[in-house]
């Protein structure tokens, strides 16, 4: 009995999930970034489909497997809610996951019976001709571009030998094995590097280390070009990131793409929309001379945030 009255509950709780067009919006955490990538979704996604929005908290596997029903979306916002749908997802619906690096999606396993097409994602990092890009504008006699990462990021230190050649730029690359290595890699390769250039790396750069790994190139005086505000913030010079407010309007206009009918999303992507953060005391400190904030963002498209 007690097991007929969790069905028919859980039946109850997520009926409109059937309905055509619903679209659940999932965010790992509480408030921070993922409340303004799903305020940014939903202000931008001029659509009569209904929008719910959970947090994972509030979802058990159960409940996530509820969701994906035939003709729903799932966005889940950050790496841990797509973990979760990903692991617990049982049925037919889309997923457009927001605000997610590149590299920790490529090993997501999602179900064999789940089409391709219906599963897309829009990038927390940036693509290597706009990364790249930065690092000319700013900095416009550099040439050595210094590169630290684990063995997760191959094909984007592909992508961006490539692009570092089309610009004669010379990508001098270090790579970590364990959490350890990071100061042996810095020490080899700060003395031989212009200009440091992070990315998204799980072993290489993360919360527990960003602040030595900075701490180490402000006494090499080697400046940096980061990902995120945050970096900037913390003692890059130049940050080139998406915010999450640009994130959450990119993921709407795939959502309003999306064809329930079929689960047919668009192709994964970087966000269009951009932004640039100087931190202008660092870089008096280490004598660079800045170009003009506004003119760097014009050329390469940038949003002012």
């Not at 049982?90 to 097409?117: I, T």
């Not at 001709?129 to 416009?140: I, K, N, Q, S």
């Not at 730029?169 to 042996?184: F, I």
């Not at 800045?290 to 003119?295: M, S």
Request: hydrophobic share 45%; charged share 20%; proline share 5%.
């Amino acid at each position: 009995m007690l097991r007929l009255l969790l069905a028919w509950f859980t039946t109850m709780v997520f009926a409109p999930v059937w309905a055509d067009g619903v679209v659940h919006l999932i965010a790992s955490e509480e408030g921070g970034a993922y409340r303004e990538v799903a305020d940014a979704f939903r202000a931008a996604f001029a659509s009569s489909r209904q929008v719910k929005t959970w947090t994972l908290v509030e979802l058990d596997g159960r409940q996530i497997r509820a969701l994906t029903g035939e003709n729903s979306l799932l966005v889940p916002i950050g790496l841990k809610a797509t973990r979760a749908v990903a692991e617990q997802h049982g049925g037919q619906a889309a997923v457009l996951s927001l605000m997610v690096p590149r590299v920790s999606v490529e090993r997501l396993n999602w179900p064999a019976a789940l089409p391709r097409r219906k599963v897309s994602y829009v990038y927390i990092d940036q693509p290597a001709r706009r990364t790249l890009g930065l690092v000319a504008a700013v900095f416009a006699q550099a040439r050595r571009v210094g590169l630290m990462v684990s063995g997760e990021n191959a094909e984007a230190v592909r992508l961006l030998q490539q692009e570092a050649a089309r610009r004669h730029l010379s990508l001098n690359l270090e790579m970590v094995a364990r959490p350890e290595d990071v100061a042996t890699a810095l020490r080899n390769l700060l003395p031989e590097s212009d200009v440091l250039l992070l990315i998204p790396d799980s072993l290489a750069i993360h919360a527990g280390n960003a602040q030595n790994v900075l701490l180490t190139t402000y006494r090499y005086r080697v400046p940096v070009v980061g990902f995120s505000q945050g970096l900037s913030k913390a003692g890059a010079v130049v940050a080139g990131y998406s915010s999450p407010a640009q994130i959450g309007r990119q993921g709407a206009a795939m959502a309003l793409r999306w064809k329930p009918d079929s689960g047919e999303l668009p192709p994964s992507q970087h966000a269009d929309d951009f932004s640039i953060a100087f931190n202008n005391h660092v870089a008096r400190s280490l004598g660079v001379v800045l170009p003009d904030l506004g003119e760097v963002r014009r050329k390469l498209g940038a949003d002012v945030e």
